[in-house]
């Protein structure tokens, strides 16, 4: 069992659309919960990190974290075309600061 | 954030030559990491490096074929020996500033 496992898409949606994006884990001992954004040709960017469980906005962005079900969640709302992007989840253990990434998630919002 | 530049872009080489990738960060960072990002495959962890110590490999990666220098706090090469066209893939470097981790452009490597 691979220790992250993310929705695999591609994901097309119109804009304005509410878009969810997914990754499960399999190790409690994950701790620490990102969501990178990639754009075609360029590196990762870090969109939100959360440590607890719950909900953490920001802006159009919500991350959602359930420990006991081993789930993270990205959610967009109102999703723009610049919204079109691959979308990565990570995880840590924390101590030493080393990411697993899921595979990505390929978005595409159309006008 | 962080200011991560990657020397060259992107390149295409030989196999059994070897091809040095730099890093270069807008200021002075402990920690920083080398990944790959295989086409259809998960951004994978290579090495860490720590400036003043050799670099921390993950399984599956040997400083032989990936051997890493870390001269100062805001420089870092990696190196890709011998290579076949398997190597070909994206080679990111990023850093780790206020618990966050921030990714270099990437460089893209085509062995024939």
């Known amino acids: 069992q691979k220790e992250v496992e993310q929705d695999p898409g591609p994901l097309s949606v119109p804009e304005g659309a509410i878009v969810s994006l997914n990754c499960t884990y399999s190790n409690s001992a994950f701790q620490y919960f990102m969501w990178y954004r990639q754009y075609s040709r360029k590196g990762p960017e870090l969109l939100m990190y959360?440590?607890?469980?719950g909900n953490k906005e920001d802006g159009r962005f919500t991350a959602q974290v359930d420990k006991s079900s081993k789930y993270i969640s990205l959610f967009i709302r109102d999703s723009q075309p610049s919204d079109s992007a691959t979308y990565l989840c990570?995880?840590?253990?924390?101590?030493?600061?080393?990411?697993?990434f899921g595979k990505g998630t390929l978005l595409t919002v159309n006008p | 954030s962080a200011v991560i530049s990657q020397k060259p872009s992107r390149d295409i080489c030989q196999r059994g030559t070897s091809l040095t990738i730099q890093c270069q960060v807008d200021?002075?960072?402990?920690?920083m990491f080398w990944y790959r990002q295989q086409p259809g495959q998960s951004l994978t962890l290579i090495a860490t490096a720590n400036q003043g110590s050799e670099a921390t490999y993950e399984s599956g990666f040997v400083i032989d074929k990936f051997p890493i220098s870390r001269p100062n706090l805001t420089f870092s090469t990696l190196t890709v020996s011998n290579m076949s066209p398997e190597d070909s893939s994206i080679y990111l470097c990023s850093v780790l500033r206020s618990n966050e981790q921030f990714f270099g452009p990437g460089t893209r490597l085509t062995v024939l």
């Open positions: 200021s002075q960072v402990t920690m």
């Open positions: 959360t440590y607890s469980s």
């Open positions: 990570a995880i840590s253990k924390g101590s030493n600061y080393k990411l697993t």
